[in-house]
């Protein structure tokens, strides 16, 4: 009893000491792009609609900052699907980016994907290989190519072991199982047409290698151990929010890492996050700056608040939310949803 007493009181100091932390991360950010005549940061241009269709996924990974899994009930459901395709109308945007947990997992994934390619716009789906192996999902390769889907897919890594640890025991098989399956009908493969790429992060507390560099190694080993091709690696820093935030605090590096992530503060990568083109909508239609901002219910500066309200000229014109949590956007090579920025 005594032993987990202390264990709770220990946990409560670490959330006491990380909050106070946050705070002061913040402030130094925002000092930070002051320096660079970036504050407050502005939006661009609206260019990427980012849409989470959920947070159902058949995978629990380690580091996911989306807390998604089996046991997950939030869905998009039609009603707001339809006000996302109806955003998506708008002149400047040329992207859809489609999340989840597993999109592919939403009821009205299928019909949704089919109605953004009618628009003409880019669809991007980020799938995580795996339920592309399970029986009901067995066509998805084969709609993602009729409709010349972008799909963009984690994998953290390519040995098995390190799959594994970091996504759960069989993971690598399966993914090497959709990989080829997407090849099949012409993925990755050059002169096809059919976008394949891949994302790689840290399965620990650390900076991603350089992004060209592991894309060469990616694209070697897949292809002398399994014949499978692809098109770009993307390599995507792991931010200090939700289960990997839980992992830097129970492995006593939070401070550690948050200091790695200051220390590599970019100037060039700050200009080019991604929040300053793109505006992300999470399951139940709320709009916020970024997919992060949506995990940390950061709602967007604006009277647009929801899928509904969506207003372009208003969005372009706000502030956007900041938080310690940036400084993975702007570290090193900078990350983004799109890999290195700089």
């Known amino acids: 009893m005594k032993t987990l007493q202390k264990e709770v009181n220990q946990l409560s100091k670490a959330a006491f000491q990380v909050k106070t932390l946050e705070k002061t991360n913040e ?28 947070k159902l996924c058949n995978q629990v990974c380690e580091h996911c900052h989306v807390d998604a899994g089996p046991d997950r009930k939030e869905v998009m459901i039609k009603e707001v699907l339809l006000q996302c395709l109806k955003a998506a109308k708008t002149a400047t945007i040329h992207t859809v980016d489609l999340t989840g947990g597993a999109p592919e997992m939403n009821p ?12 003409g716009k880019r669809v991007i789906v ?4 795996t339920i592309l192996t399970y029986k009901k999902y067995l066509d998805i390769p084969q709609f993602y ?45 050059e002169g096809s047409g059919l976008e394949l790429d891949l994302v790689f992060n840290p399965g620990g507390a650390s900076l991603p290698p350089e992004q060209e560099a592991l894309e060469l190694d ?26 990997f935030l839980d992992f830097l605090i129970k492995e006593e590096k939070y401070e550690d890492y948050m200091n790695k992530l200051i220390e590599s503060f970019n100037p060039i990568a700050a200009e080019e996050v ?43 014109n706000r502030n956007i939310i900041l938080g310690q949590h940036c400084y993975g956007c702007t570290a090193g090579a900078g990350s983004s949803c799109q890999g290195s920025l700089a």
């Open 27 to 54: 402030i130094k950010f925002a000092e930070k792009l002051k320096g660079l005549n970036l504050f407050p940061l502005k939006p661009t241009i609206i260019e990427i609609l980012q849409i989470n269709l959920g």
């Open 108 to 119: 009205d994934f299928r019909w949704f994907v089919s109605e953004l390619s009618k628009l």
């Open 126 to 129: 980020r799938s995580n290989l």
């Open 145 to 189: 190519a009729d409709n010349n889907v972008n799909v963009v897919s984690s994998m953290p890594c390519y040995s098995k072991y390190n799959v594994d640890k970091q996504r759960g025991n069989g993971v690598f098989e399966r993914s090497i199982q959709a990989l080829k399956r997407l090849n099949d009908v012409g993925y990755g493969k």
């Open 218 to 243: 990616y694209k070697r080993e897949l292809k002398e151990l399994f014949n499978i091709e692809f098109n770009s690696l993307y390599t995507i820093t792991n931010l200090p929010i939700s289960r």
């Open 274 to 316: 991604m929040c300053r083109n793109t505006v992300s909508v999470g399951w139940d239609g709320k709009l916020f700056d970024c997919d992060f901002n949506q995990m940390l219910e950061l709602g967007v500066a604006s009277s647009s608040q929801n899928i509904e309200e969506f207003n372009s000229a208003e969005l372009v």
